[in-house]
């Protein structure tokens, strides 16, 4: 079992930078795939960025390729978002995500716990 707990998020003007924050407890953190993903009122969850057990080779998003940046340490258990360059269309309660895997999951329903949300507000 893992628990996810996130931080960071809040409101920002466009153009502005945030930087998400998600801990993870329980089992080797380091054998999990980590994600986030986006849910803006009325639309799907979206999948934002992902990111390997190693650290290598992470995945965006098209609509966020450039300005967003997933990393993690695993010494701390802990996986970052760092977005930089925020739009309105940013807009949305963002969720990290684990799967014990050595690929990346890209998809919502590939992944097994979820951290409990946390609203970004970008205001133009």
């Known amino acids: 079992q893992v628990q996810l707990a996130q931080s960071g998020g809040g409101l920002v003007q466009a153009g502005g930078s945030l930087r998400l924050s998600c801990a993870a407890s329980g089992r080797t953190f380091s054998m999990y795939a980590m994600g986030w993903f986006r849910q803006a009122p009325g639309k799907e969850r979206e999948f934002v960025a992902a990111?390997?057990?190693?650290?290598?080779?992470?995945y965006y998003a098209d609509s966020v390729k450039g300005r967003f940046t997933i990393s993690r340490d695993n010494a701390k258990n802990t996986v970052y978002l760092q977005m930089s360059s925020l739009k309105s269309e940013d807009t949305a309660v963002y969720y990290c995500a684990a799967r014990q895997s050595y690929t990346v999951p890209l998809r919502p329903a590939d992944y097994d716990y979820w951290g409990q949300g946390t609203q970004v507000t970008v205001s133009s």
């Open positions: 990111i390997i057990w190693s650290g290598g080779n992470p």
